[in-house]
């Protein structure tokens, strides 16, 4: 991984230094965990339980999942994150 220097007492690379085995990054994890909707998660648009958490830039949105395939497009579009769980909804049947 290569970051940008900020002090000149660093090894490596004028304007980079390699923080792979920094002590300052030791056990972090770059996958980010989201929560599992549940039922009192619900739908923005009609109050049904939510299977589609969108994440945009101003917060997120909650769709059940004929909403969520309604507005697909429009979502893939200005969404930074679609967490899409209604694959539970086959699960369970």
Not at 14 to 37: F, K, N, Q, Y
Request: proline share 2%.
């Amino acid at each position: 991984m290569r970051l940008r220097t900020y002090a000149t007492s660093e090894s490596g690379t004028p304007g980079e230094m390699d923080v792979s085995g920094a002590w300052l990054h030791a056990g972090v994890s770059t996958s980010i965990e989201v929560p599992v909707l549940t039922a009192q998660d619900r739908c923005d648009a009609c109050g049904a339980q939510a299977y589609v958490r969108v994440e945009l830039d101003a917060g997120e949105l909650l769709f059940c999942a004929h909403h969520a395939r309604k507005h697909a497009d429009a979502l893939a579009r200005v969404a930074t994150t679609i967490h899409d769980e209604t694959a539970r909804l086959a699960a369970a049947n």
